[in-house]
């Protein structure tokens, strides 16, 4: 599956060398501009140069180090370009000059012409400018660069102001030893300010890797911090995510609330692979996840055994033994609990969840509420309950 790249991305500096938080570009230099592209061409070459590694995914230190030191550069770059930009550049030209100037493609899907062999560290460089939807005194630019088994992508935000732009923040992967620290396929959004003008900054992405549809995803939600390259992280969290299916990575950021919906593993066998929702509430720096967390019953009960009980506390009625039967189910996930058997109304507007053991009974879960939810898991059982006798909704009515 090609995921999409939307909004998003670039580079960074070292923390000693970086402007303070909301400081102006440079004073527009085209000389200036033309020597910092120069400096993206060298550092590419240099990152280059070192041979492929092997497909265990491991990153050499001096990899590394290049990796980083053209992260640097492109940050340099992409400064030089916006101290001569216009207050109202069109985003597609802006991003065409970069690429001309800084050794890149206009975006990650053009052909690439370079001569770098493939599969090595910087076999690729390109650019996008977006604007910021949320903020229209905003862009976002994009840089992504190639590295082994996969890509690199980093984010720089810049706010337009009367004397110029300013660059507002920079989100980058940290320096990685395997190539799975990168990040592939980077999506962000910017929230709308709230009440008080505060925003925030949510990032994805996937990890890369050398073999299998299955990978790391990685996000993170940020606030502007004391500089443009030091915002406030105020969550991360990671799952993983199946790269086999049409179905795309999405992320959207309300001015409290984010959600991510991606494809990932189902505790059922047959059905291998779901879809999963991840939507976190935000009140100034403090971050939960709330419902939605599933797009079907069947996908809720899944979710409330795999998630962790300070998460699925919340989506739990009363009854105090479910703190214990979420720890027996979660144990048994990869052991003895097997797929999904039925769905069944129960009388008084409920539905049972039927999953199979794999050896001995299976386990019967009773939730509450509607058919897209929100919903509450109030009884689990080793057997079913007399008053949900309703049709199988899954279908799997016995012979």
Same mark, same amino acid.
């Given at each position: 599956?090609?995921?999409?790249?939307?909004?998003?991305?670039?580079?960074?500096?070292?923390? @000693? $060398?970086?402007?303070?938080?909301?400081?102006?570009?440079?004073?527009?230099?085209?000389?200036?501009?033309?020597?910092?592209?120069?400096?993206?061409?060298?550092?590419?070459?240099?990152?280059? /140069?070192?041979?492929?590694?092997?497909?265990?995914?491991?990153?050499?230190?001096?990899?590394?180090?290049?990796?980083?030191?053209?992260?640097?550069?492109?940050?340099?770059?992409?400064?030089?370009?916006?101290?001569?930009?216009?207050?109202?550049?069109?985003?597609?030209?802006? /991003?065409?000059?970069?690429?001309?100037?800084?050794?890149?493609? &206009?975006?990650?899907?053009?052909?690439?012409?370079?001569?770098?062999?493939?599969?090595?560290?910087?076999?690729?460089?390109?650019?996008?400018?977006? *604007? &910021?939807? @949320?903020?229209?005194?905003?862009? /976002?630019?994009?840089?992504?660069?190639?590295?082994?088994?996969? @890509?690199?992508?980093?984010?720089?935000?810049?706010?337009?102001?009367?004397?110029?732009? +300013?660059?507002?923040?920079?989100? +980058?992967?940290?320096?990685?030893?395997?190539?799975?620290?990168?990040?592939?396929?980077?999506?962000?959004?910017?929230?709308?300010?709230?009440?008080?003008?505060?925003?925030?900054? %949510?990032?994805?992405? !996937?990890?890369?890797?050398?073999?299998?549809?299955?990978?790391?995803?990685?996000?993170?939600?940020?606030?502007? =911090?004391?500089?443009?390259?030091?915002?406030?992280?105020?969550?991360? =969290?990671?799952? $993983?995510?199946?790269?086999?299916?049409?179905?795309?990575?999405?992320?959207?950021? =309300?001015?409290?609330?984010?959600?991510?919906?991606?494809?990932?593993?189902?505790?059922?066998?047959?059905?291998?692979?779901?879809?999963?929702?991840?939507?976190?509430?935000?009140?100034?720096?403090?971050?939960?996840?709330?419902?939605? &967390?599933?797009?079907?019953? *069947?996908?809720?009960?899944?979710?409330?055994?795999?998630?962790?009980?300070?998460?699925?506390?919340?989506?739990?009625?009363?009854?105090?033994?479910?703190?214990?039967?979420?720890?027996?189910?979660? @144990?048994?996930?990869?052991?003895?609990? =097997?797929?999904?058997? $039925?769905?069944?109304?129960?009388?008084?507007?409920?539905?049972?969840?039927?999953?199979?053991?794999?050896?001995?009974?299976?386990?019967?879960?009773?939730?509450?509420?509607? %058919?897209?939810?929100?919903? !509450?898991?109030?009884?689990?059982?080793?057997? %079913? /309950?007399?008053?949900?006798?309703?049709?199988?909704?899954?279908?799997?009515?016995?012979?």
């Amino acid at each position: 599956m090609k995921l999409r790249l939307t909004l998003l991305a670039i580079a960074g500096l070292a923390a @000693s $060398s970086a402007p303070g938080a909301g400081a102006p570009v440079t004073a527009c230099s085209k000389s200036v501009a033309v020597s910092a592209g120069r400096a993206v061409r060298s550092a590419r070459a240099e990152l280059a /140069a070192i041979p492929a590694e092997a497909d265990d995914g491991s990153v050499t230190p001096a990899a590394s180090r290049l990796i980083e030191a053209l992260k640097d550069r492109l940050r340099d770059f992409v400064r030089a370009e916006m101290a001569c930009a216009p207050s109202s550049p069109e985003p597609v030209a802006l /991003a065409a000059a970069m690429a001309a100037e800084g050794d890149g493609l &206009v975006h990650a899907g053009s052909d690439d012409s370079s001569p770098v062999p493939p599969g090595r560290h910087g076999d690729r460089l390109a650019y996008e400018v977006f *604007r &910021v939807d @949320s903020h229209p005194e905003m862009l /976002a630019v994009v840089a992504t660069l190639g590295i082994r088994c996969g @890509s690199d992508s980093m984010l720089i935000l810049y706010r337009r102001t009367p004397s110029g732009w +300013r660059e507002t923040m920079v989100r +980058r992967s940290e320096p990685y030893r395997e190539v799975k620290g990168g990040w592939q396929d980077l999506r962000f959004a910017v929230s709308p300010a709230d009440g008080q003008g505060r925003w925030f900054v %949510a990032t994805v992405s !996937t990890t890369p890797w050398c073999t299998s549809a299955w990978q790391g995803m990685p996000y993170e939600l940020a606030r502007p =911090g004391p500089s443009a390259d030091r915002p406030r992280i105020v969550f991360r =969290g990671k799952n $993983s995510v199946y790269l086999g299916n049409e179905s795309d990575l999405s992320l959207r950021a =309300g001015r409290d609330s984010v959600e991510i919906r991606h494809d990932g593993a189902s505790l059922d066998p047959d059905i291998l692979v779901r879809r999963h929702v991840r939507r976190y509430a935000l009140s100034g720096d403090s971050v939960r996840r709330v419902q939605p &967390v599933a797009e079907n019953i *069947r996908d809720f009960a899944d979710e409330w055994i795999d998630s962790p009980w300070s998460e699925a506390r919340d989506w739990s009625g009363s009854d105090p033994a479910l703190g214990g039967h979420h720890i027996a189910l979660q @144990s048994a996930r990869w052991k003895t609990l =097997g797929g999904f058997a $039925s769905i069944r109304a129960c009388d008084g507007g409920a539905t049972q969840v039927e999953i199979e053991g794999r050896a001995g009974p299976g386990w019967f879960l009773i939730v509450r509420g509607g %058919a897209k939810g929100p919903w !509450t898991l109030e009884r689990v059982a080793r057997r %079913a /309950a007399a008053g949900c006798t309703g049709f199988d909704s899954l279908g799997r009515e016995p012979a």
